[in-house]
């Protein structure tokens, strides 16, 4: 597998994805029972912006002047966004950064984390070893929080439904694999199956060879 989401990490599609994701965490913390969020991709948790600068073997440009960078050096964003740039300045300053440019981000763990209650719960899944051992790492401390490395697609079925029956769901893979799209439809599905009232976002890409299309019809027979 090619992706590597630290060269990514914080540009125009992360803002929007974490953005939206900090928004439904606030959505679901306004009632006072707990949900449990399970994130199927989750990654390494957080990204030094820095290295987004250096390829497996040469400069590469940045992307995330383009986005988190954007946001940071404007006047404050309404809503979801201001919480979400918020949270992203508060971990950038908690990891020693008191420059003037962004350097440490975090990813939608550090997010989730931030903002859960005593009664939320996290499940986070990582498939790849070493950026699993990142994850662990990173997320040492942080309190009713498993890290799981494993396919998140297959533990949709092992956590599912949850003690709590709330959850929210974040299925945010990198697209690699040629079956990406038919493996993300199936896990919704059987999300939907095991937990019907759950809240399921699910990140994909808008190429037309991706098949976006064929996949958002699949979807709607949902």
Not at 171 to 193: C, H, K, M, N, T
Request: charged share 25%; aromatic share 8%.
């Amino acid at each position: 597998m090619n992706y590597r989401h630290q060269f990514h990490a914080g540009n125009f599609a992360d803002v929007l994805k974490h953005g939206l994701l900090v928004a439904l965490v606030r959505a679901l913390q306004r009632k006072e029972k707990g949900f449990l969020f399970l994130d199927t991709h989750a990654g390494r948790g957080r990204y030094d912006l820095a290295v987004a600068a250096t390829g497996d073997s040469l400069a590469r440009e940045p992307e995330w002047p383009a986005g988190i960078g954007r946001l940071l050096a404007s006047p404050p964003p309404p809503g979801a966004l201001s919480d979400y740039v918020a949270l992203v300045r508060e971990y950038d300053r908690s990891r020693g950064n008191l420059e003037g440019g962004p350097r440490f981000y975090p990813g939608s763990p550090l997010l989730v984390a931030a903002m859960a209650r005593a009664v939320d719960r996290m499940v986070l899944c990582e498939l790849n070893r070493p950026e699993c051992d990142a994850l662990r790492a990173v997320m040492t401390g942080a309190r009713r929080c498993e890290v799981r490395c494993a396919d998140g697609y297959g533990e949709i079925a092992a956590v599912l439904p949850p003690p709590e029956r709330r959850a929210l769901v974040l299925i945010d893979p990198p697209y690699e694999a040629q079956d990406e799209f038919v493996r993300s439809l199936a896990a919704l599905r059987e999300g939907l199956r095991r937990l019907a009232g759950g809240v399921f976002a699910l990140w994909y890409p808008l190429t037309g060879r991706a098949g976006a299309d064929d996949f958002l019809a699949g979807l709607r027979d949902l």
